[in-house]
């Protein structure tokens, strides 16, 4: 895979996607966008890959938002054609079936912040700046923010940070539930690293069904997803991995799951 404005790296089972616009605090344009689906299409479909961590380039950005040249000449038509794009582009991460870890670096502004939201697990860095200011340029969030940051949230708090357009410490969006966790900028990327690591040792049928029963469950009513989450559990019960986990632990060794 090569992209113009995406670098991919891979560490053993970990694949490392980095947004690389540093001149534009990795604003999200049409072709970022573009590549960055492609990019999740590839990872998603290689069964070598079990975990995924989303950065940006540079020391000062994660993702500082759509591009705003593009946002600036955008029709009725082409803003809603681009929201949908966007849209889908963030679905395919929270629907990729593998945890996808962001790793907050900087400025998660905007697109950026609705990027890091659709990501499974945030981790951001103490000098980290999130927030969705698209109410400062007249416009609304277009990436589904206001849909994932109410859940995240909270309904209150969501609009409070969607009409202020404030942005937020760290430290704050892990008070409100934004990001996970909170670490030092030097230790961020082998932080996340090391997470997505021990995620991808363990078995891949299992992390694929809690995330489909979390996610599609919680656009359930509640009876539905529990029948869901119990057909999943029969799902797994099918499962090699299963087998292995349950008997590594009556024989009190590590687990060695292979995917199946
Ligand atoms: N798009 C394009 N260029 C950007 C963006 C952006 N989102 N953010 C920063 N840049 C550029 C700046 O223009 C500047 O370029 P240049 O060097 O040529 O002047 C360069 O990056 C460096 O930025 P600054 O000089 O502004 O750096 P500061 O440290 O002074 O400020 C900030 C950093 C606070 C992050 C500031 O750059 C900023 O406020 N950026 C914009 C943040 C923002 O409003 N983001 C939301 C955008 S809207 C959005 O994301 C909507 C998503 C849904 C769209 C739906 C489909 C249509």
Redesign the pocket.
Known sequence: MSFENLLIERDHAVAIVTVNRP???N?LSTQTLDELRRAILELKYDESVRAVVITGAGE??FV??????E?AV?SPTT?RE??IA?QQVLDLIEHLGKPVIAAING?A???GC?LAMACTIRIASETAKLGQ??I??G?I???AGTQRLARLAGRGRALELLLTGDQITAQEAYRLGLVNRVVPGAELLAHAKALAASLAAKAPIAIRYILEAVHKGLEMPFPQAQIFEATLFGLVASTDDMREGTRAFLEKRKADFKGT
């Open positions: 001149k534009v605090l604003a000062k950005a500082a938002g759509a591009d705003i040249n946002l955008q803003g681009h929201a966007g400025y502004l905007g697109g609705e200011p698209e400062n340029l416009i969030p277009g990436y």
